[in-house]
């Protein structure tokens, strides 16, 4: 078992900053790959941003490409999601999510997820 515990949300300004954090517990050998999503009031949960172990690969929604940054620190059993330039359209629930493996593949199921932490942008 892998329990998943995500931090660092809250409430800012459009054009914020923030850094979330999620920490793995539990069963954390890897190699496991590690995503973020997130789910917006009223719409569907969606992908952020992926990282492989390695840290080497990294996949991003189109919506927060060069804003975002994925990464990881495999000897903390954490993986972090920096957000520059926020705007109110990133206002949702976070949630980070572990796929036992190398590389993250989005046709498969993540094996694992968090609870979430929500982030709230004004505009």
């Known amino acids: 078992q892998v329990q998943l515990v995500e931090s660092g949300g809250g409430l800012v300004q459009a054009g914020d900053s923030l850094r979330l954090s999620c920490a793995a517990s539990g069963r954390t050998f890897g190699p496991y790959a590690m995503g973020w999503f997130r789910k917006a009031s009223g719409k569907e949960r969606e992908f952020v941003a992926a990282?492989?172990?390695?840290?080497?690969?990294?996949n991003y929604a189109d919506s927060v490409k060069g804003r975002f940054t994925i990464s990881r620190d495999n000897a903390e059993n954490t993986v972090y999601l920096q957000m520059n330039t926020l705007t109110f359209e990133d206002t949702a629930v976070y949630y980070c999510?572990?796929?036992?493996?190398?590389?993250?593949?989005?046709?498969?199921?993540?094996?694992?997820w968090g609870k979430g932490t929500l982030v709230t942008v004004s505009s």
């Open positions: 990282i492989s172990w390695s840290g080497d690969n990294t």
């Open positions: 999510a572990l796929q036992w493996g190398y590389s993250w593949y989005p046709s498969n199921a993540m094996d694992y």
